[in-house]
């Protein structure tokens, strides 16, 4: 009389099989969650020139010319989390990410260019550096 046993347990194949889709998964997940992360800190940038462009928007309106740079507005320099500085000259913002921002984002630049929309307001244009940022990293309304 011949026994069976009953098998139990998982064969290596179906272990590595497992291992292997559980890899592919955990790398889209991580790519997907720095693109997400480099995004967030991107927007900090923005957000910090949001107020340089209503006051030079606010300046060009009374004066109908450029502020020449940071002091004509008489703002202090802003800088944040991410952003290492903040620049403006002759209409024209730079943001620059350093600070505590993500190594691929550090030394990155977005530039924000103010022009007469030819009814005397400020119409906003809005330049990614193209190498460290690209434009998956700006927000929609800047591409």
């Known amino acids: 009389m011949i026994i069976r046993r009953k098998k139990n347990g998982f064969t290596l194949i179906e272990l590595m ?5 559980t890899g592919i998964l955990a790398s889209m997940g991580i790519s997907s969650y720095m693109t997400h992360n480099i995004r967030k800190q991107v927007s900090e940038g923005f957000k910090l020139a949001g107020g340089i462009q209503t006051a030079i928007s606010q300046y060009y309106v009374r004066g109908w ?8 507005l008489k703002l202090p320099q802003a800088s944040g989390q991410y952003v290492s500085s903040i620049t403006q000259e002759k209409g024209v913002i730079t943001i620059t990410y350093g600070n505590n921002a993500m190594s691929k984002l550090t030394g990155g630049k977005v530039t924000l260019k103010g022009t ?8 906003w244009t809005c330049t ?16």
């Open 17 to 21: 099989v497992a291992v292997l889709l």
């Open 65 to 72: 010319s450029m502020p020449a740079d940071m002091n004509a």
């Open 116 to 123: 007469d929309n030819g009814n005397g307001n400020v119409l």
């Open 128 to 143: 990614p550096d193209g190498t460290i940022i690209t434009k998956e990293y700006v927000p929609i309304s800047c591409v």
